[in-house]
């Protein structure tokens, strides 16, 4: 992921997938949230990857007040 987000630094799918593994492998809440924003305003609001970075940062909020 790295290697392409270095290559292209708004790859959408590659920004969604850093934000997983930085949430889930590293519990880096910010960083994760950070990539998040960033996927949904590339992605725009009518699209699929918005929708799911959406709600993968809302079950990041409710994992955190569970």
């Known amino acids: 992921v790295n290697k392409i987000l270095e290559k292209e630094q708004e790859f959408p799918e590659a920004l969604y997938l850093k934000a997983q593994i930085l949430w889930e492998g590293f519990e880096n809440r910010s960083a994760a949230t950070s990539y998040l924003e960033k996927t949904m305003q590339l992605a725009g609001e009518g699209e699929s990857l918005y929708r799911w ?5 809302s079950d990041m909020d409710s994992r ?3």
């Open 53 to 57: 970075a959406s709600g993968y940062l």
């Open 64 to 66: 955190e007040t569970a």
